[in-house]
């Protein structure tokens, strides 16, 4: 899988489901995080939305299944990201990842997710060793 990684070399893209209400609530119960925003309607629209939207750190947890299903887990030295934009209930997300750089056994990977509209919702950036 990391064999003759260089700076260009691009990840599989991971190409996700819709996320449905299930999955808000499904990801509520395994993170703990049950902000309303996230699961109620009325709560949503009182904050001048139309509709609920997706944890960030649902979308990160995307980007980390992106990251070990290329490379195990012990490998991963750093990872962040920036949250850029919301993902909208039904928002269809793929992750992808890039590295832009290898050195002294380390690849430096900058990651994204985005939007099948082409909206980019998280930027991040990991560090693994080869």
């Known amino acids: 899988m990391t064999g003759g990684v260089t700076a260009g ?13 299930t999955a808000l609530a499904l990801f509520a119960g395994a993170s703990g995080d049950h902000n309303p925003i996230h699961l109620d309607l009325d709560v949503a629209r009182s904050a001048g939305l139309e509709d609920v939207f997706a944890h960030g750190m649902l979308s990160m947890a995307y980007l980390g299944r992106l990251l070990t299903g290329w490379i195990p887990q012990e490998r991963l030295r750093s990872f962040r990201v920036r949250f850029a934009a919301v993902t909208p209930v039904r928002g269809k997300p793929t992750c ?35």
């Open 96 to 130: 992808t990842g890039r590295v832009v750089s290898v050195e002294d056994g380390l690849a430096t990977l900058e990651l994204a997710v985005t939007l099948a509209d082409g909206t980019t919702t998280l930027t991040g950036e990991a560090i693994i060793a080869l």
């Open 9 to 21: 070399t691009e990840l599989p893209p991971l190409e996700l489901p819709e996320i449905s209400r």
